[in-house]
């Protein structure tokens, strides 16, 4: 057969087959729902926190700052956690806005590594979560979560210049530091000491242990805690006296003003750090400045007869600790602490170098492992900050 008749059946015999192939065409380049006609689907982003609020549809990846436990509409705890169902993220650490934090529900499967309350410590480290972006707690939320690990990028840049520190935004903290503002030297140093030293909650020295396992938290492993000098992770239960422990380092040697370990300087926070028991004797109660001999326990970190120099990674979060003992103690009930540009001064008050202190304190910035501890023992344990390591640039106002 030829002819009409015969093309209109082998276009009747294609069509179906056609059809078939454009919708299958049609399908694998379809938009997402809501996209503007002609756009083709692109890889799903990681979302900020801000992005998340705005788009409370379907689901997605989102990265923030833990910043505490939502338990309602506008209402989230940064203390004293009572449960391990919900935490709020958001792009800044120190968000204290509820408007600016989304809601994130943790369900079963996540609540021994993400609930707040059996993971205090988590509090001000990032994380990345992905569910669906729908309303929790009458607010915007993250709900049904198939995916939660901690880590990876910070959502908003972090400068990391190695000249002058840059000063951290006041933001949620002017009001804390209200009484300073405007003040510079001698001035300055006292209205710091009446604001750090107001309200403030004394531990013993047996709750530093405890303590220290949330403040020092490996960001990497909740079970463990990381050495200051040394750098390395180690578990947190192997916290005691012996080879192969940490134990309780003072930043400032306690031999230096013979506070030894009563509640106050003794047990402040803001100095005490993880450390390996032998590195801890090998630094025992030296001053800090450049030079001298490498420790090989402690890679990095030099000393000879009087001093002590750390690895390059905390040489700032040492010299911030000094400088807030000395603000700090004031005399009185406690010694009067004074940074001294000197080393060797034995049992006297006073700790030094200061032109090394204030060099490191230039060459290595607060951190975010830095903020995040200082957070942690501001709302969590003492209820007072170092003002250093949200403003290093009063270390040159107070210091020279």
Request: hydrophobic content about 35%; cysteine-free; proline content about 6%.
């Amino acid at each position: 057969m030829s002819g009409p008749t015969a093309h209109r059946r082998v276009v009747a015999l294609t069509m179906p087959a056609l059809l078939a192939l454009l919708a299958l065409v049609v399908t694998m380049f379809r938009a997402p729902v809501g996209a503007p006609p002609g756009m083709l689907p692109a890889a799903a982003a990681t979302l900020t926190v801000a992005q998340a609020i705005s788009s409370q549809s379907g689901t997605g990846t989102v990265r923030g700052y833990v910043v505490g436990q939502p338990t309602a509409t506008s209402t989230v705890l940064t203390a004293n956690f009572t449960g391990d169902t919900a935490l709020a993220i958001a792009d800044s650490s120190t968000e204290t806005d509820t408007a600016d934090m989304l809601y994130v529900q943790i369900t079963s499967t996540y609540r021994a590594s993400f609930g707040l309350q059996s993971n205090p410590g988590l509090m001000r480290s990032v994380i990345t979560v992905t569910g669906t972006l729908t309303a929790y707690f009458t607010h915007a939320g993250l709900k049904s979560p198939t995916a939660m690990t901690r880590g990876g990028a910070t959502p908003t840049p972090t400068p990391t210049g190695t000249g002058t520190p840059t000063p951290t935004p006041t933001g949620s903290t002017s009001a804390y530091y209200a009484a300073a503002a405007g003040k510079t030297g001698e001035s300055l140093k006292t209205a710091l000491n009446g604001i750090i030293s107001s309200g403030v909650t004394t531990l013993s020295y047996d709750a530093v242990w405890n303590a220290l396992k949330v403040t020092d938290q490996d960001p990497a492993n909740s079970a463990n805690v990381i050495l200051l000098y040394s750098g390395t992770s180690r578990s947190k239960t192997l916290n005691g006296g012996d080879v192969g422990d940490w134990n309780r380092e003072h930043v400032w040697a306690k031999s230096h003003g013979d506070f030894g370990t009563a509640n106050g300087p003794g047990t402040d926070l803001h100095h005490l750090r993880p450390e390996d028991v032998q590195v801890n004797a090998l630094r025992d109660n030296k001053d800090f400045d450049n030079g001298g001999t490498a420790v090989s326990s402690a890679p990095g970190n030099k000393t000879d007869s009087d001093s002590w120099e750390p690895r390059a990674a905390v040489k700032g979060d040492v010299a911030r600790m000094i400088f807030y003992m000395a603000v700090r103690y004031e005399g009185g009930t406690f010694p009067d602490l004074e940074v001294d540009d000197a080393t060797g001064s034995g049992t006297a008050p006073r700790l030094g170098r200061l032109s090394a202190l204030k060099q490191w304190n230039t060459q290595d910035p607060p951190d975010a492992f830095e903020k995040r501890r200082n957070e942690l023992i501001y709302s969590n344990y003492q209820r007072n900050r170092n003002p250093f390591i949200d403003h290093p640039e009063w270390v040159t106002s107070i210091f020279g």
